[in-house]
């Protein structure tokens, strides 16, 4: 599972450009499952057949970038941000385009670093004029983080885990179910543009017409120095949420999660996120409301280059996700 | 001029129907399909020999203003805005209040009365009234009514060397345009929307867009020129006279990457002028559009338009005239399906 990770992780993929990323899933998924395609937003639905009322299971293929805005005569570009991403964290950072050409990003000179916003950043290619900067970007072409995967003692360091983790769980829970009987069908949604407003989920959810939803995506912890109170820590388990500011988890699936948890002795935590949103937030709204559960990774660092998950935290996530696509949630959640 | 005609008509968010009736008017003895919906969206089919198609064109015929909230003792109008408007812009423009028209000015404390610290800081919509030249309320009542919608006066005047003065251009521009196509032979078949209530959140997209289950969608915009003296280059989202503006994203929409390649292609394999909106910030119908039903294929092309959202804005004939023919063009190369 950590080299998927590690290819998943480090796939270019900003909001709107899923190309490449979904790629790799499919590729990566098509064999467990009877059926995949991709709808008119970029979607990656991968269906495992069976009786409805079919189970949603969403992650989200997209990651945080830039979009460039302007190029100047110099061949300096000017960027705009793709999803919730802090100007003051691009930095001395590497930034990669679709066809590979890397740059990095500093500011303008200013009177006190509290000054910098978008308009203050360029982003650097190495280029020499705009006529060579153009041969490398348009405007319009978006960056992603350029940043290797990198296992420490136990845990993984990345740009996008945020939500390549929940890709990646969501594979390799495919492909422990590959082959085994459900008592649901079950969808598995790779969803675009979540980082610019749950919009791929959006439209899925509505096509899909899902009986319960349940989204796999990361979540904030709290356990670094001075950290902003959160009760959910690296390693103590996947979190089950129970509210962000998108969705209030039905509560019905809610507890069902924590019954199946318990009884297979899989440490879990909840989690009580004050901002922040997932697909869950569009699929519980979507068409006449469907019950809908959220499984979060612990995540220090979300939306920088060095974002930081636990290895068992991912493992005992797939373990539990895999023995709730095997329960009856017609039965379970009531 | 079409133009003309529609950026002189009162239209703010919820009260469309006087530039409805005017686009009817244009349309109605044309081979045109003509449809109205519960909210006021106009549907306009242009029908072919061919299959029905499936790409979908709107342009929102509201524009942003105020309404009454209040008929004071003096007979002054409180009012709040409906859209998003600087209230820095409102002091002492002129005004036309209700279906009457009934003629006014927004008014403020004398100059001379301002306290120091008034004079320094800008105007809120609180601290302004709308004057209709009533003694008192009694007498205001007699032209006007609570929730009467307000609407900058200002008339459609051309100016300097093929330039436009008017309001409301956002988006009165993209109704003219969408006009334009759908009058002529040349363009084949597609489905236009006149929308309602875009200022307020895209309201009347959504649901036009329901309604028609289109695959595609071209959003047609008046958008925010910056080329003022002390705008760097870098930060003008858009200039006057570069050619129609082609979205990237906006604060509602990714722009599909296929629709944004085919449309700069068809500009420049035609030899039209056109720029990107090098801004990335607001929202269109081409969000709600997206999002609609199993998701929509969508983009966004803007004319242009100087001092956006006030009682005058500027734009270019050039602008207009490229933008209708970018916008052709991308229908006749059959990609627009």
Not at chain 1, 137 to 146: E, N, T, Y
Request: with cysteine; proline share 5%; charged share 25%.
């Amino acid at each position: 599972m950590e080299a998927l990770m590690k290819s998943l992780c480090e796939a270019y993929g900003p909001s709107g450009e899923e190309k490449e990323i979904r790629a790799l899933i499919e590729n990566a998924v098509k064999d467990s499952v009877d059926r995949i395609y991709t709808d008119n937003l970029g979607n990656l639905l991968a269906v495992r057949e069976g009786p409805e009322p079919a189970l949603l299971l969403s992650a989200h293929m997209d990651e945080i970038g830039v979009i460039v805005t302007h190029i100047d005569e110099n061949g300096f570009l000017r960027i705009a941000p793709v999803g919730g991403v802090a100007p003051h964290l691009l930095l001395g950072q590497r930034l990669r385009f679709k066809n590979g050409a890397v740059g990095t990003v500093y500011h303008e000179k200013l009177k006190e670093l509290r000054d910098l916003d978008w308009s203050k950043l360029y982003l650097d290619l190495g280029a020499g004029s705009a006529a060579e900067a153009k041969n490398v970007a348009q405007i319009g072409d978006m960056a992603c983080l350029h940043q290797p995967f990198d296992s420490l003692n136990g845990r993984y360091m990345a740009k996008a885990l945020d939500d390549r983790v929940g890709c990646a769980i969501l594979i390799e829970t495919a492909r422990r179910l590959a082959g085994a009987p459900l008592p649901q069908a079950i969808c598995f949604l790779f969803s675009v543009q979540e980082e610019v407003g749950l919009r791929g989920a959006t439209t899925a959810a509505y096509s899909i017409q899902p009986g319960y939803g349940l989204a796999v995506d990361v979540t904030r912890a709290g356990d670094t120095p001075k950290a902003p109170l959160m009760e959910v820590s690296l390693g103590k388990g996947p979190a089950i949420k129970v509210k962000d500011s998108s969705v209030i988890c039905s509560p019905k699936v809610r507890r069902f999660m924590m019954e199946v948890a318990s009884q297979h002795e899989i440490p879990y935590q909840l989690e009580v996120l004050e901002r922040g949103g997932t697909d869950a937030g569009a699929i519980h709204l979507s068409r006449g409301g469907v019950p809908t559960g959220a499984l979060s990774i612990p995540c220090r660092y979300i939306h920088t280059a060095s974002e930081m998950v636990d290895a068992a935290d991912i493992q005992n996530a797939v373990k539990l996700l895999e023995i709730l696509c095997r329960t009856s949630w017609s039965e379970g959640v009531s | 001029m079409f133009l003309e005609t529609l950026s002189n008509l009162p239209g703010v968010s919820g009260d469309e129907a006087r530039v409805r009736r005017a686009i009817v008017e244009i349309l109605k003895d044309q081979p045109l399909e003509l449809k109205c919906d519960t909210m006021g969206n106009l549907y306009v089919r242009k029908k072919g020999s061919a299959r029905d198609s499936r790409v979908m064109l709107t342009a929102h015929m509201d524009e942003v203003g105020l309404m009454v909230m209040a008929v004071e003792k003096n007979g002054h109008l409180k009012f709040k805005a409906v859209g998003s408007l600087d209230s820095r812009v409102l002091v002492a423009k002129r005004v036309k209040v209700g279906p009457d028209a009934v003629p006014g000015v927004i008014g403020v404390k004398a100059v001379h009365l301002q306290k120091p610290g008034e004079r320094r800081k800008p105007f809120t919509e609180d601290q302004l009234t709308i004057d209709i030249g009533a003694s008192n309320g009694e007498e205001a009542e007699k032209y006007v009514r609570v929730s009467d919608y307000v609407s900058f006066d200002s008339t459609f005047t051309a100016m300097g060397e093929g330039y436009f003065r008017g309001k409301a251009f956002d988006d009165r521009a993209g109704c003219a345009v969408l006009l334009e196509l759908l009058l002529d032979p040349e363009t084949p078949p597609f489905d236009a929307v006149f929308t309602v209530q875009e200022e307020i959140g895209s309201r009347g997209a959504l649901v036009a867009a329901y309604t028609l289950q289109p695959q595609r969608a071209l959003v047609l915009e008046g958008t925010a020129a910056a080329d003022t003296p002390g705008t760097e280059r870098e930060q003008s989202g858009t200039v006057l006279g570069a050619g129609p503006a082609i979205s990237i994203m906006d604060s509602s929409v990714i722009v599909d990457r296929e629709m944004l390649r085919e449309l700069v292609h068809t500009a420049e394999a035609a030899g039209i002028p056109y720029q990107y909106r090098r801004f990335t910030g607001a929202d269109t119908d081409a969000g709600a559009i997206a999002l609609s039903r199993e998701g929509v294929k969508a983009a966004v092309v803007s004319v242009p338009c100087r001092y956006i959202h006030s009682p005058h804005g500027v734009m270019r004939e050039s602008d207009f005239h490229h933008t209708v023919a970018l916008i052709r063009a991308w229908l006749q190369s059959g990609t627009g399906k």
